[in-house]
């Protein structure tokens, strides 16, 4: 889907530049969008090693038990089925402390390998179950306190203070955080009910 979806946006955009006559601009834009791309990806690639690096250290440290510990209260609300010594639960831990620092392409590899072990909790189902959904959530609207990669990026483009967003970076993710899980847990809450009340309707026409 993905694909159909940028390929139409490069056709729309060559066209637009065919009818409106910016085929310089769009030659300009091909030849340089290539080392600019490049230029940007070396720029991130610094500071994603030096962030991926400091995880691991955490990780084989057991320091990533202690963040465990330390998120166990709010997590354990969130997840309340789940064990807190589970390879599930510090993979999630794990990954809620790399969104915080703002490091989502660092989260994303913890990401996954928690949503593996949330899905063998699961049973291998097809349809995923309430903790694989409201990870999913938290993890697409995550809170982030210091965003690292987002200051990068301002950075290389020239800002003079590229952390100066950090209260509007606050408010916002915290805000959708907070919508996010609201909405999960709700539609979770209300999916129990429905499940609950099918298994009442057949038991009684039994």
């Known amino acids: 889907m993905l694909n159909y979806i940028w390929s139409a946006l490069v056709a729309v955009a060559v ?45 084989e440290s057991g320091f990533t038990r202690i963040l465990a510990r330390i998120f166990a209260p709010l997590l354990g609300l969130l997840f309340p089925g789940l064990d807190k010594n589970s390879e599930a639960f510090g993979s999630i831990t794990m990954n809620v402390s790399a969104n915080l620092l703002g490091l989502g392409n660092t989260a994303t590899p913890f990401g996954l390998k928690a949503m593996r072990e949330l899905s063998l909790i699961n ?35 020239g800002s003079k203070a590229p952390f100066e967003i950090l209260v509007p970076v606050w408010i916002s993710s915290a805000c959708a955080l907070a919508v996010a899980l609201v909405i999960a847990l709700g539609l979770n809450r209300i999916r129990r009910g429905r499940v609950t009340w099918d298994l009442r309707c057949r038991r009684l026409r039994r």
């Open 15 to 59: 066209l637009c530049a065919v009818v409106f006559g910016n085929t310089r601009e769009l030659s300009d834009a091909v030849v340089n969008s290539g080392a600019a791309a490049v230029e940007l990806l070396l720029t991130m690639a610094g500071v994603m090693c030096l962030w991926s690096g400091i995880m691991r250290i955490a990780q």
């Open 123 to 157: 049973g291998g189902s097809d349809t995923a179950g309430d903790a694989m959904i409201v990870f999913v959530v938290m993890n697409t609207a995550s809170m982030q306190l210091l965003p690292t990669m987002l200051g990068t990026l301002r950075q290389s483009k």
